[in-house]
């Protein structure tokens, strides 16, 4: 799994070099710990989770955000692949960003209102139009499963 991390921030690296612009390198908190999110010169983006708790010692609660799913096969410690050049479409599997907090969920539209619906009846539904702070970032077009 590192080898084909560094291979891919191998490619990302170079290809900035090329283009004498920067690879921006931003660490950011992913539900109570810290994650990496690298963007290059072509606005391509990779994030890195690896679980890191960052400076202050917080439990993560990435389980949580994966039980919603759970009814759609995926599962907690899953690898999801998130297309963020996809445009938002009634039905599919997004990554949300939710007043702040990090959700996946499918997202449905009709003709007057937008809706976050899990796959685990143990959550509620979310109407979108309740909701201000709301920010697609991308659509999961594949999960990769632990063996």
């Given at each position: 799994m590192m080898?084909?991390?560094a291979m891919v921030l191998c490619v990302l690296v170079l290809g900035?070099?090329?283009?004498?612009?920067?690879?921006d390198i931003y660490v950011i908190d992913v539900e109570g710990g810290n994650a990496t999110l690298f963007v290059s010169p072509s606005h391509g983006s990779l994030?890195?989770?690896?679980?890191?708790?960052g400076a202050v010692a917080?439990?993560?609660?990435?389980g949580r955000i994966l039980d919603a799913m759970k009814d759609a096969?995926?599962?907690d410690n899953d690898v999801l692949v998130v297309d963020r050049s996809l445009k938002l479409v009634?039905?599919?599997?997004?990554?949300a960003v939710l007043n702040g907090e990090l959700l996946v969920r499918r997202y449905h539209k009709n003709f007057s209102s937008a809706f976050?619906?899990?796959?685990?009846?143990?959550?509620?539904?979310?109407?979108?139009?309740?909701?201000?702070?709301?920010?697609?970032?991308?659509?999961?077009?594949?999960?990769?499963?632990?063996?």
């Open positions: 080898m084909r991390i900035g070099l090329a283009k004498a612009q920067t690879l994030l890195i989770d690896t679980g890191n708790a917080s439990v993560r609660d990435a096969g995926i599962f009634t039905g599919k599997i997004i990554v976050l619906i899990p796959e685990n009846n143990r959550y509620k539904t979310i109407n979108l139009a309740e909701f201000s702070d709301f920010m697609m970032w991308g659509v999961v077009t594949y999960t990769i499963h632990a063996v």
